[in-house]
């Protein structure tokens, strides 16, 4: 059972454009969702993250999109750039002990110069 | 200074054969973690450790084991190793409740031949 469910799959984006990846999670218990950028041969690194009690977080150029009713959030890139080109995956955990995370799928994320 | 540092990066190895795979993590965190990275890029947790309480995902076979030396460490040790174990293999880091934010290593790709 998928408990956090991504799309797209890949995604292309010219450079300056917007581009938006988005999840949908199952579990009502989860209570924290970040999303990491994963470039090829590196390990996961956390991009931002939001907690269910607000509707949208922004950093930069990054913002989160939270429908906690619908049980969805979305990653938006403003002004793309192709050192933006990497996988993203959207996570959630729940409060416990260890905050096991809980990964979608992952997009491929390619901007185009 | 890396965080969390893994060794080694690449892994090469026989069926059947055991082999381990060390972490070591500088930030004081209570809290490690072993993913699996399938070819797909598809993450999953394996294990979450802390110096309390071990958490195994129900679906990792009883040949993988963590063992943790001290709280900086987490080694990854498989038995009996499968064509299937072959993937990409992260080790992360984190603080809860202080801190949600889990810090990857660079990853030790292994390849069972």
């Known amino acids: 059972q998928q408990q956090v469910k991504q799309s797209p799959q890949s995604l292309i984006v010219q450079k300056g454009g917007i581009s938006i990846i988005n999840c949908a999670y199952e579990?009502?218990?989860?209570?924290?969702f970040p999303w990491y950028q994963q470039f090829p041969g590196k390990g996961p690194a956390l991009l931002i993250a939001?907690?269910?009690?607000?509707s949208e977080k922004k950093e930069g150029r990054f913002t989160i999109s939270f429908n906690k009713s619908a049980k969805q959030f979305s990653l938006h890139i403003m002004d793309s750039q192709p050192g933006d080109s990497a996988t993203y995956f959207c996570?959630?955990?729940?409060?416990?002990?260890?905050?096991?995370?809980?990964f979608g799928s992952g997009t491929q994320l390619t901007v185009l110069p | 200074d890396t965080a969390v540092s893994q060794t080694p990066k690449y892994l090469v190895t026989q069926m059947g054969n055991d082999k381990s795979i060390k972490c070591e993590q500088n930030?004081?965190?209570?809290?490690m973690y072993w993913y699996k990275q399938d070819s797909k890029k598809f993450l999953k947790i394996m294990f979450s450790?802390?110096?309390?309480?071990?958490?195994i995902n129900e679906t990792v076979p009883n040949r993988f084991s963590p063992k943790s030396p001290d709280k900086a460490h987490l080694n990854l040790h498989i038995n009996s190793l499968e064509l299937g174990d072959s993937a990409v293999y992260f080790c992360?880091?984190?603080?809860?409740?202080?801190?949600?934010?889990?810090?990857f290593g660079p990853g030790t790709r292994l390849t069972v031949l």
């Open positions: 992360a880091s984190s603080q809860p409740p202080n801190t949600d934010t889990q810090y």
């Open positions: 579990n009502t218990a989860f209570d924290y």
């Open positions: 939001i907690r269910p009690d607000v």
């Open positions: 996570a959630a955990s729940k409060l416990g002990s260890a905050r096991q995370l809980t």
């Open positions: 930030l004081g965190h209570d809290t």
């Open positions: 450790y802390n110096n309390k309480e071990l958490i």
